[in-house]
């Protein structure tokens, strides 16, 4: 998901199709980060919901879907320096890349904040891939679907389509959802994506083949 996406990314187009058949239409506004995302949410009025979400908090406001989509959280890797790993702990001795703003999983994030583990923060994915690439750092932090999302169509990774791959054992399998504030339609609509949870993985594939280039 990005601003500066066709139809603000994956996440928004899929939500988007989904509401539309209750006869709903959203308006997306972005923020600098997740947690910045989550403050704003709760404090403006004006905000409806916030998307996606990965954890159940502010109760007294928002009514929740349950976390139905999953999405798994990698490591992105040079395909000459695999990383061999079996617990988190293992990655510490690693300088990893992260997107500024995107929040480290449990277990990295201690190691991260008792001072174990360096990551290096960059503006995009474009930027943290192309660090992995250019050795620069051991290995990046990515979503399965970025990762997918990045090689196909920045022009700048071509040259590493070859280079770069996804580590086989995830960091962490995510599950995703959405909050809505709470009002009179909240609960209805929350009943409807549930109900139609399922084309979300439809939708984002729709939206993926869209966009990535047509293989020979």
């Known amino acids: 998901m990005s601003e500066s996406m ?3 990314g994956a996440v928004f187009y899929s939500l988007k199709k989904v509401l539309e058949k209750k006869g709903y239409d959203i308006k997306v506004i972005f923020a600098p980060s997740w947690i ?23 109760t007294d406001q928002f009514v929740f879907t349950k976390l139905f ?4 959280w990698l490591i992105v890797e040079r395909k000459d320096h695999p990383i061999v790993w079996s617990k988190v702990s293992d990655l510490a001795k690693y300088t990893a890349g992260n997107i500024q703003g995107v929040e480290l999983r449990d277990g990295i994030k ?24 250019t050795k620069r750092v051991d290995f990046a932090f990515s979503d ?12 700048e990774l071509r040259p590493y389509q070859g280079v770069l791959q996804l580590n086989p054992k995830p960091i962490v399998i995510d599950s995703y959802g959405i909050a809505l504030k709470k009002s009179e339609d909240a609960k209805a609509i ?4 549930e109900l139609h949870e ?3 993985a439809k939708y984002t594939e729709e939206y993926l083949t869209s966009l990535l280039p047509k293989k020979p």
Not at 190 to 193: E, F
């Open 69 to 72: 989509y999953k999405s798994a």
């Open 36 to 58: 910045r995302a989550k403050m704003n949410a709760v404090k403006d009025p004006k905000i409806d919901g916030l998307a996606p979400v990965r954890t159940i908090e502010n």
């Open 6 to 8: 066709p139809d603000n």
């Open 110 to 133: 201690e190691l991260v904040e008792s001072g174990k583990m360096k990551v290096e923060n960059v503006a995009s994915p474009l930027s943290n891939f192309l660090k992995v690439a």
């Open 190 to 193: 929350v009943k409807h994506i």
């Open 144 to 155: 399965e679907l970025v990762f997918r999302f990045t090689m196909g169509t920045e022009p």
């Open 198 to 200: 399922g084309d979300f």
